[in-house]
């Protein structure tokens, strides 16, 4: 963990970065690409593009995968308001016990392009659901966020390293990956605890291999950096090992474990009068393996 070294508040820069930490993580993203352009209502609030009397806003590649890592969530709403340069902004949003402020300011370049950006991501809330969070914020960029356009601006602007920036990310990253291996590793033995056994259901090895085919399914995605997915997949052996034997209950992952209240979040978003559905649309999650081994 990387101490917060300088930090200050107002118009002043706001330093430091945290990975893994009890109460909260602080991390620094360069920005690649300024789309999708969105509006903020009267309210401050996000809303999609080209309603009459909204300003404009730049939410950015790092900004959306953000908002999108944390599901359903309250529209955010603006803190900062873009004036001239509608890239510069800063807003907060709440999903259940998360809460995550953005940052975003240009560092090099007069903020001419999009490229001149990094956000400043700011979560607190259980870390397990921090990691979690962090780990499809990268994996949906497809690329090492912490990677800047020009590292001594990076750097002096952040407060941290080149190393400390990566430290902090790959640790959440890490944490997350073990927490969903444990998941894997922990209803693998509770399949294994079932074999031979028949609990008066005739096609219960059919059903247990049900559960480990989506077990190896897991397993795939986890290498993929596929969270959503193995989450599904996780999904579907708990349902198995349920059906082959009623009398157990299985934990699986936090997130599986808050599904009724995930779920809830869900239904109360699509009833939200600010449709921003587009943000949250599935997106291809890409395989980040061949490029850790690149940088190893």
Known sequence: M?????????????????????????LWAQVN?????????????LRPRGIAGNSSVYLG????AALR?????????????????????????????????II??????????????LNRIEITGPLSLRARIIHDIAASLGRNPWESKFSSFFTRHTGATSEEHRVAWEGLIERAREEMNDDIIMLEEK??????????????????????????????ALADHNA???ER???????SLIEADPKTEIRSSESLANQGNIDSKREISENSEVDASHLLEDIPLVDLTEEESQDS
């Open 104 to 117: 975003s300011r240009s560092y090099w370049g007069f903020g001419l392009i999009s490229t001149c950006f």
């Open 2 to 26: 990387s101490p917060i070294r300088g930090s200050t508040t107002g118009d002043e820069k706001i330093t430091g970065t945290i990975g893994i930490d009890p109460n909260r993580t602080i």
């Open 228 to 230: 959503p997915a193995v």
């Open 33 to 45: 690409e300024g789309q999708p352009q969105m509006s903020i209502d009267s309210d401050l609030r």
């Open 69 to 101: 890592s944390l599901g359903p969530a309250d529209p955010p709403v603006f803190e900062e308001l873009p004036g001239y340069d509608e890239q510069k902004w800063i807003m907060i949003t709440q999903s259940g016990d998360i809460k995550m402020k």
């Open 61 to 64: 590649d790092v900004g959306r």
């Open 191 to 220: 399949l294994n605890s079932l074999k031979g056994i028949s609990n008066g259901i005739e096609n219960i090895d059919d059903i247990l291999e049900e559960a480990r085919i989506s077990l190896d399914e897991a397993r795939l």
């Open 233 to 239: 997949a996780l999904g579907r052996v708990t349902s």
